[in-house]
């Protein structure tokens, strides 16, 4: 059973960095592609980033361009997202997903709010 | 970056109506897009993929269609179970983009 599961989210001042994690489970987490998606609180979906399975694409929205970084550890099955300079705006569910299958496959969030 | 003008942002239905949902996209996207269902506390759940195909597991009361650069998901027979947030995805090219949501609710 393919399973993502997201941590490192919590309460962070404006300015500040946070680093969130997806361990992925149930499949070759190297042959696949990854994305993170966010969700601010009663808003749509958001696509914040993608990285390839051996890391040489990685494509950013314009949003956080700059701030964020997608990386990914193949031989820990993890996907990390490094977020730097957060704002307020930055609050959201992060999720991370995976695009093949028709992104079936969605961790259940992890929870980043920027505020001081 | 392609933008994607979903519409209606919320609608209200009762059981048993035919209800359709839009997307439309700023750049040619082929058949790249994704519908998806979203129900409160949940991920996202895929219901139609490249435009038209139904997803695994979802009734055949859904549908998916394409008229030029205008996507749209319906729902022939609306059930209490559809009650949900809907979103579209253009996966054609980075960045993917999403529609800003339907929020579909009961009359």
């Known amino acids: ?116 | 970056d392609i933008q994607m003008t979903q519409s209606p942002s919320s609608m209200s239905a009762s059981l048993g109506d035919r209800v359709t949902i839009t997307c439309q996209a700023s750049q040619d996207i082929g058949n790249n897009l994704i519908w998806f269902q979203q129900k409160p506390g949940k991920s996202p759940r895929p219901m139609i993929y490249y435009a038209t195909n139904l997803a695994n597991g979802v009734p055949s009361r859904f549908s998916g269609s394409r008229s030029g650069s205008d996507y749209s998901l319906t729902i022939s027979s609306l059930e209490s179970e559809d009650m949900a947030d809907y979103h579209c995805l253009q996966y054609k090219q980075y960045p993917n983009t999403f529609g800003a949501g339907t929020k579909l609710e009961l009359k």
């Open chain 1, 1 to 116: 059973e393919v399973q993502l599961v997201e941590s490192g989210g919590g309460l962070v001042q404006p300015g500040r960095s946070l680093k969130l994690s997806c361990v992925a489970s149930g499949f070759t987490f190297s042959n696949y592609g990854m994305n993170w998606i966010r969700q601010a609180p009663g808003k749509g979906l958001e696509w914040v980033a993608y990285i390839s399975s051996g890391s040489s694409y990685i494509y950013y929205a314009e949003t956080v361009k700059g701030r964020f970084t997608i990386s990914r550890d193949n031989a820990k099955n993890t996907l990390y997202l490094q977020m730097t300079s957060l704002r307020s705006e930055d609050t959201a569910l992060y999720y991370c997903a995976r695009p093949t299958n028709w992104f079936a496959y969605w961790g259940q969030g992890t929870l980043v709010t920027v505020s001081s």
